[in-house]
């Protein structure tokens, strides 16, 4: 028995030792904002050296948000091909980590959740499909583009045979509402009838309580396609009155082309760690949990500018997506099964201590070994996982404007007048182009 203990004892401090080295923080912290300085001056080659020199300070149990934060470095830089590779590169490796191994639980029952490769938050996945697929659009490989939503529609099928609460992030209006873009673009007008249709369902349900709205222009391209296709009267379900009534098709609509701009919008949402204490057999312990902290997002209020010689047009900009708020509530909803786990780890940990303590040869060693460790833990182990992918926006706004053929500047207004210039398009007819800007760095390099 004696050999037991001391054999057990061993080894919970051998995972001790070796746990105080792991836990320093949200993986690749330090590189954020030296990345977001470089991006801002334009200056991609220093920004994309970082990122291939960085790999380490991640460590290799936050590869994946290596591989996310590398994709939205290249995206912004323009390097379309790498971007894509490492989101694919990242849907592989958070698809892989879906299921943990029992030895990675175990140990993380008797430390925390770092010692386990991050797989990703639910809506962290789902975002690595919808910046593919508009990594695919501003690069016109629509089909490519098709193929990530439909990756995206399988993975939120796949969270709805998974989980049986009914507020958890099952629907994705604006993945619904890209492919309907998408299917619009390459003439499928039945299909994208069908998406336009589910998109304004989920934004008039299910997104309320990410508090977005449906955009006018969703609504506006529902009942287009709706008229195209003779079922106008299934548009008027999902859509109010006053809508339908203001909807004035163009004359000849069929002539002229769309041009579609994206906006990645303020700081995206991170991980605090908060702390309650409860009362377990061993007394009352700290229990540690991450909490989401919504980006600081400066400015929604955006207008949409189209010209050139022979006249120009304007949309405002709506709100798409409110990453800030999906964040928030998938953790929340996600927060009972946190706690759970929290406090079966603290039990776990306190087993593990008190056995370790009754092995010392006195009472006063008992109680100082079991101090010594309580306090170790406290000070050491008892940390949420605040990993997360800090280079995503913190919403996502989007207009679009139909035009004649002919080539156009774009431009995006912000407040206080600031203009980004987001430079010109060919639009050809019946024609789709799609223009990216994210307000945090500046237009996408070319």
């Known amino acids: 028995m004696v050999f037991l203990r001391l054999a057990w004892r061993r080894r919970y401090l051998i995972v001790l030792a070796f746990a105080a080295m792991l836990f320093s923080g949200c993986a690749g912290r330090s590189l954020y904002p030296k990345v977001g300085v470089y991006l801002k001056s334009g200056d991609c080659d220093q920004a994309a050296d970082i990122m291939a020199r960085g790999g380490s300070e991640y460590g290799s149990n936050a590869r994946l948000l290596y591989l996310l934060d590398s994709a939205m470095v290249s995206l912004q830089c323009g390097a379309f091909d790498t971007a894509q590779q490492r989101l694919h590169e990242a849907e592989e ?27 990703g938050e639910d809506y962290e996945r789902v975002m690595i499909h919808v910046v593919s697929a508009i990594g695919y659009m501003i690069a016109e490989q629509l089909d490519e583009a098709l193929v990530e939503v439909r990756r995206l529609d399988s993975l939120l099928e796949m969270y709805d045979r998974t989980y049986a609460e009914n507020t958890v992030y099952k629907k994705d209006a604006f993945g619904r509402y890209l492919s309907g873009m998408l299917r619009e673009a390459e003439g499928g007008t039945d299909d994208a009838f069908i998406d336009y249709y ?48 203001r909807f004035a098709p163009a004359m000849d609509e069929d002539g002229l082309g769309k041009v579609v701009v994206l906006v990645f919008n303020g700081e995206g949402p991170y991980k605090i ?21 919504t980006g600081t997002v400066p400015c929604s209020q955006a207008t949409f500018h189209l010209s050139n010689d022979q006249g120009a047009a304007a949309a405002p900009m709506a709100l798409a997506a409110d990453i800030n708020e999906i964040a928030r509530k998938s953790l929340e909803d996600k927060k009972g099964r946190i706690v759970a786990k929290a406090l079966a780890r603290a039990t776990a940990k306190q087993v593990a201590i008190h056995g370790i303590a009754n092995s010392s040869e006195t009472k006063e060693q008992k109680q100082a070994v079991a101090t010594l460790l309580n306090i170790f833990n406290a000070m050491v182990l008892e940390k949420a996982d605040l990993r997360c ?39 050809n007819p019946g024609e789709t182009r799609f223009v990216l800007l994210d307000t945090r760095y500046g237009p996408v390099q070319p």
């Not at 760690?273 to 902290?293: C, E, L, M, R």
Request: aromatic share 8%; hydrophobic share 45%; charged share 15%.
């Open 389 to 427: 992918w800090r280079t995503l926006p913190g919403q996502i706004l989007t207009a679009r404007i139909m035009a004649e053929p002919g080539s156009y500047e774009v431009q995006v207004e912000m407040c206080q007048n600031q203009t980004y210039n987001l430079g010109n398009v060919t639009l």
């Open 93 to 119: 490796l958070a698809q892989a980590l879906w299921t943990e191994s029992i030895s990675r639980n175990a140990a993380s029952m008797v430390t925390n959740d770092y010692v386990m490769p991050y797989g």
């Open 198 to 245: 589910l998109a304004a369902g989920i934004y008039a349900n299910e997104w309320q309580r990410y508090h977005t709205p449906m955009p006018e222009a969703l609504a506006e391209d529902l009942l287009r396609m709706a008229q195209r296709v003779g079922r106008m009267e299934e548009a008027r379900l999902v859509l109010p009155e006053q809508v339908v009534s």
């Open 273 to 293: 760690q908060d702390t309650a204490i409860v009362s377990i057999k061993y007394g009352p312990v700290t229990i540690a949990f991450p909490k989401i902290i």
